[in-house]
């Protein structure tokens, strides 16, 4: 038995007892020590907060009543491995973008920190072993917060946005309905009102963001999966086209642990390569991610997607020009992360 284990047993005695409990009888039921019971009562009362006060005529510890109620643990009630847990959550939470949910979970942390150092295991440790590497994560800004209260308060935003692919404003209202981060950046998956429709919003270009007292519409969960996660990546809507690509052995034993759709399905052939088809409806998104790995893979099909991808790599190699092809560097391969 732990020591939460026997806080919580010795607190169970202590509610259910008629009488006050004498020492043995505590030493008995928690099999423990004397200085262990002692130790215990002492914990429960300076982090716990704990009214237990010790019965000099009757022999016995009871809890104080003299304020009315009976004493109850403080918050919800998690062994040690559980309480980790929760600072691991929230360590990586706080480091997905510094400072954006830190109002919120400091109370939480404070109140993680007071049931740990009960048993002499504080999350100091923990808090420096954590990292979370971002890359190209943009400012949320003030509008994170405004959207996460009307997601959990079911109300409508009123948001003026700056959509990037058409370079233009707009301001319109939203049913707000998912919270997601992806790829380091934040996106609000709602119904807009001024489309009719589902659509995906980055919530670093919300210029502004306002709740209003309006309800939110409310949609069902399976027609957002539907929606939203059949097609390839932050791009929603019902996948068109299928890309099959093709990596060559060096890159196979990487790209087959890979998971880059729900729905993809992929093959290793006989001679070490490793086909991938993945299902997409806009390729915006799929190309950038097949551009990556440059002369290490080849789009199959479908030809629109293989053109498309030939093309942005035409237009690269050109940035570098004539000069540049009878130069030709010998480039050395790619740094392995987990060298052997």
Known sequence: MDRFD????????LQAARQPVSRRRIEEELECSRATVKRIIDDMRLYLNAPIVYDRELNGYRYDQSEGAMYELPGLWFNASELHALVTVQQLLADVQPGLLEPALRPLQQRIDSLLEVQRAGSEGLQGRIRVLQMAA???????????????QRRRLRIRYYSRWREGRDERD???????????????DGWCHLRAGLRTFSIDAMEQARELEQLALDVDAAELDDHFASSYGIFSGTPRHQAVLLFNAARARYVAKERWH?????????????EL????????ELIMDILKYGPDVEVVAPPELRRAVAERL????????SKAKRERPNLEPPVDPNPR
Do not use: C, T
């Not at 026997?6 to 005695?13: A, P, S």
């Open 6 to 13: 026997r806080i919580f047993e010795l607190n169970r005695i």
């Open 138 to 152: 943009r400012d949320s800004g003030d509008a994170f917060q405004i959207v996460a209260g009307a997601l959990a």
């Open 174 to 188: 939203v049913s707000p309905q998912r919270l997601i981060h992806y790829r380091d950046n934040w996106y609000l």
């Open 262 to 274: 729900r729905d993809q399905r992929s093959s290793a052939l006989a001679d070490g390569r490793f």
């Open 277 to 284: 088809r993945v299902p997409y409806s806009n390729p915006a």
């Open 314 to 321: 035409m237009q690269a190699a050109g940035l570098y020009g």
